[in-house]
């Protein structure tokens, strides 16, 4: 289940996951505005981001394992536009 995407960096993140994880759950949350002003604030309103992924992708890996396959999937975002993103990464059957 995806939460719908609001801005085009909260979107491209969730259609980068899907594809590339298959998550069973996604929910991609947008928190820049609890970070204006502070470094890393573009004003584009879209610089930070928590993930809470489950992902059949990551049953059996490390934490570090599963953090590696989201920042695979998102690396250009990363680079060029995403200032701070915060994740949680667990494979189905794990508490979210």
Request: charged share 20%; hydrophobic share 40%.
């Amino acid at each position: 289940m995806t939460q719908p995407a609001t801005g085009p960096i909260q979107h491209a993140i969730a259609a980068r996951l899907t594809d590339a994880l298959s998550p069973t759950h996604l929910h991609v949350i947008n928190e820049s505005a609890q970070h204006r002003g502070h470094a890393g604030d573009d004003g584009s309103g879209e610089s930070h981001f928590r993930v809470v992924v489950e992902s059949p992708a990551f049953a059996g890996l490390t934490r570090v394992a599963r953090q590696r396959l989201v920042n695979q999937a998102l690396a250009d975002l990363l680079r060029d536009h995403v200032h701070a993103l915060a994740m949680k990464t667990v494979a189905p059957g794990e508490p979210r």
